[in-house]
């Protein structure tokens, strides 16, 4: 079945460690995005990439890298330099306007939960 | 900058009617979507609504579009307890690119009392 994968699903990190967030897509979409979610603030948007090898920074991209390599992959890594980085962080894809879908839907994967200790 | 705003809760009886509210700013969005979110879950499509239309009904939701107050509420009849999510509000945008760009709400608690 065709879907967003992300892992892991928990993770533990100690201060001054980086981790990265696993995403893979096989819908074959253009478009993914990195959203993180606090309890009462929704989701923000932390990077997003229209197209391999290139990706833009979104609402609160410090403290947070990506790379697009490959279409199916947009891994996301947490560094030391973010000061508060446990959260529920969630993985996106979208089809590009115009290439078969109208409505702009957004898949969500089912999330990775980063506690740093 | 686009903003979408809905309570943060609504506690409702099992059988009730919920509704749930959101006013977003941006009136160029083409769709404004509601999405699910179970507890320690991604979030899940439930509905849109194309900007051009007043109300749109599937099965036990119906969403009501009011353009001139940039109000946007969904509807659950018949509430369940498997109901009980966090449910997202949000309005889109095209990039200069063709990709699309969701601007959220914090979300609404809906608890179901059995």
């Known amino acids: 079945d065709g879907g967003i994968t992300q892992s892991p699903k928990y993770l533990f990190r100690k201060e001054g460690q980086n981790v990265t967030l696993s995403c893979e897509q096989n819908l074959n979409h253009d478009a993914m995005y990195w959203y993180r979610q606090d309890p009462g603030q929704g989701l923000r948007l932390i990077y997003y990439?229209?197209?391999?090898?290139?990706?833009q920074k979104g609402d609160i991209a410090e403290g947070y890298s990506v790379s697009r390599e490959k279409k199916e992959s947009f891994p996301l890594t947490v560094t030391s330099a973010q000061k508060n980085p446990t959260a529920f962080y969630l993985c996106?894809?979208?089809?590009?306007?115009?290439?078969?879908?109208?409505?702009?839907?957004?898949?969500f994967g089912e999330g990775s939960r980063l506690t740093v200790l | 900058g686009e903003d979408v705003e809905q309570s943060l809760f609504l506690s409702v009886r099992e059988g009730d009617s919920s509704v749930i509210n959101c006013t977003y700013t941006?009136?160029?969005?083409?769709?404004l979507y509601w999405y699910k979110q179970e507890p320690g879950a991604g979030l899940q499509l439930l509905t849109y609504?194309?900007?051009?239309?007043d109300m749109k009904q599937d099965q036990r939701l119906t969403v009501l579009l009011n353009k001139k107050d940039k109000h946007l509420s969904l509807r659950i009849a018949d509430t369940q307890t498997g109901d009980s999510a966090i449910y997202f509000c949000?309005?889109?945008?095209?990039?200069?690119?063709?990709?699309?760009?969701?601007?959220f709400g914090k979300g609404t608690k809906l608890s179901v009392i059995p």
């Open positions: 996106a894809s979208s089809i590009k306007r115009g290439q078969g879908s109208i409505t702009g839907e957004l898949f």
């Open positions: 949000a309005e889109s945008a095209v990039t200069g690119a063709g990709s699309y760009q969701l601007t």
């Open positions: 609504i194309f900007s051009n239309m």
């Open positions: 941006d009136s160029s969005s083409t769709y």
């Open positions: 990439s229209q197209i391999v090898n290139d990706f």
